[in-house]
Nanobody, 124 residues
């Protein structure tokens, strides 16, 4: 099993940047695909970015491609989401998720482990 704890959310002006972190417990972090999802009020949870367990494959939602970067540090059991050029429509609760030996699915149903979420608010 793995437990996930997100941090790094906050309030930022449009055009600004934030870096989210997701720290994982356990000694097998490198065996997990890691994903970031977000959910805005009144909307469904949506895929943001994912990194396969091997780290060789990375995927992004079209809405964040070129602005967000997912990365992982297996030595620190941490996955990051660097968010640049933030816009008000990026406002949401951001969740990290883990999928054992996953390829980096865009489907949140395939992730078995979730963090508690961190709020990102982008003001205009």
């Amino acid at each position: 099993q793995v437990q996930l704890v997100e941090s790094g959310g906050g309030l930022v002006q449009a055009g600004g940047s934030l870096r989210l972190s997701c720290a994982a417990s356990g000694r097998t972090f490198s065996s997990y695909a890691m994903g970031w999802f977000r959910q805005a009020p009144g909307k469904e949870r949506e895929f943001v970015a994912a990194n396969s367990w091997s780290g060789r494959n990375t995927y992004y939602a079209d809405s964040v491609k070129g602005r967000f970067t997912i990365s992982r540090d297996n030595a620190k059991n941490t996955v990051y989401l660097r968010m640049d050029s933030l816009a008000p429509e990026d406002t949401a609760v951001y969740y990290c998720a883990a999928q054992l030996y996953g390829l980096g699915s865009l489907n949140f149903h395939e992730y078995g482990y979730w963090g508690q979420g961190t709020q990102v608010t982008v003001s205009s």
